[in-house]
């Protein structure tokens, strides 16, 4: 089974895109973030077409994410038990869809960003992260996969300058922390192996070329639990979708991460 996530940063905007990496890399099960739409916003007549059934949850604008799936699409659960809300009044945001995909459970997942760590948002991130894994505690004996934006690098090779972030979010030590608890309890990076230092950078800002520099960050990661990890036989990061030169119309900020499992 061949599993890929993207932040697509606006289904609607790179539904082309989308499409095309599908048929390019046969991809079984495609996790989004940032889908930026309903459920009924959703341009699905070609990825259905294709084969794929979809599950999302989403608002116009905001965050959103999917699972695009032509393995099954099983036990569809929208966000994990006690997720944290924001926003006054609190709400939980569209941040979590979880589905089980030819006997895998996967959760696309996109973790808030932070913005800065005196912000409430940062709280919140951490609050989200905590709660998160206290529920993924539970899926580790199965195989899982945790997969998604998690707007977290967590060591300094994932970062292209550690000392530009020394203040700002995604290298907090309790965001590096966070994410390290997720790996204590068993789950694994089934990435960083087959796509080791710069070339495993994920995300580009669109300032000031930084793509075209490679200054980049890894944020976008595939968790497995140990019976999941264990099937792992590949992984690439398909840095042609962040490349503006590449394909039709603007690329997402992200770059895709695939990860291949044996039967």
């Known amino acids: 089974m061949r599993l890929a996530t993207w932040n697509v940063n606006s289904l609607r905007s790179r539904i082309d895109r989308v499409e095309a990496f599908l048929d390019r890399h046969e991809v079984d099960v ?21 084969g794929y059934e979809v599950a999302a949850a989403g608002t116009s604008q ?15 659960q929208v966000g994990f038990p006690e997720a944290p809300g924001w926003g006054d009044p609190l709400e939980t945001e569209s941040r979590a869809i979880g589905a089980v995909c030819g006997g895998v459970r996967v959760w696309s997942l996109y973790v808030p960003n932070g913005r800065k760590p005196d912000d409430p948002h940062y709280v919140y991130k951490l609050d989200w992260l905590s709660r998160l894994h206290d529920a993924a505690r539970g899926w580790v004996d199965e ?25 700002s979010t995604h290298v907090t030590p309790p965001e590096r922390e966070a994410f390290g608890r997720f790996l204590e309890t ?46 792992v036989t ?26 291949d499992l044996a039967d």
Do not use: C
């Open 62 to 76: 905001w965050n959103g994410v999917a699972i695009v799936s032509r393995v099954g699409l099983d036990d569809v």
């Open 143 to 167: 195989p899982t996969a945790l997969v998604g934006d998690w707007n977290i690098a967590p060591t300094d090779q994932d970062v292209f300058d550690p000392a530009q972030f020394t203040k």
């Open 186 to 231: 068993g789950y694994a990076d089934v990435v960083r192996p087959h796509v080791p230092g710069d070339a495993g950078y994920t995300y580009w800002d669109y300032y000031r070329q930084r793509f075209e520099r490679n200054r980049g960050m890894r944020i976008d990661f595939v968790l497995g639990s140990p019976t999941l990890a264990e099937r």
């Open 234 to 259: 590949g992984a690439f990061v398909d840095r042609d979708e962040r490349d503006p030169a590449q394909g039709s119309g603007s690329p997402s900020d992200h770059a895709p991460v695939v990860v």
């Open 30 to 50: 495609l996790a989004l973030q940032e889908t930026k739409a309903r459920e009924d916003q959703l341009p699905l007549m070609g990825l259905e077409s294709r």
